[in-house]
């Protein structure tokens, strides 16, 4: 059993920050890429940002210089400092990783989390 608990969302001011955490727990060996995507009312899931196992980086554009991913391996858990929020950036926010479970005859697997609601007022 793998749980992915997102937290850290709420409702924010535009131009303020928010930090989003993401713990993966369970029967897990080792994680690979992890990931934060964001879905708004009537539109579709998007990437947001996502970090390789060796802290390799890439971002929407629509987020570079705004969002920063991060992650702590010896936590299994990952971060997003999200700053001058934008009434834009409103969604909720899911995080995705790749876990490998199962022992000698594992397999690599994705998982979401719940997601988190995030709101920017003007």
């Known amino acids: 059993q793998v749980h992915v608990v997102e937290s850290g969302g709420g409702l924010v001011q535009a131009g303020g920050s928010l930090r989003l955490s993401c713990v993966v727990s369970?029967?897990?060996?080792?994680?690979?890429?992890m990931g934060w995507y964001r879905q708004a009312p009537g539109k579709e899931r998007d990437l947001v940002a996502r970090?390789?196992?060796?802290?390799?980086?890439n971002y929407a554009d629509s987020v570079k210089g705004r969002f920063t991913i991060s992650r702590d391996n010896t936590k299994n858990t990952q971060y997003l400092q999200m700053n001058s929020l934008k009434p834009d950036d409103t969604a909720v926010y899911y995080c995705?990783?790749?876990?490998?479970?199962?022992?000698?005859?594992?397999?690599?697997?994705?998982?979401w989390g719940q997601g988190t609601q995030v709101t920017v007022s003007s």
């Open positions: 995705n990783a790749d876990a490998y479970v199962g022992n000698l005859y594992g397999s690599w697997r994705n998982y």
């Open positions: 369970g029967s897990i060996a080792s994680i690979g890429a």
């Open positions: 970090i390789t196992s060796g802290g390799t980086t």
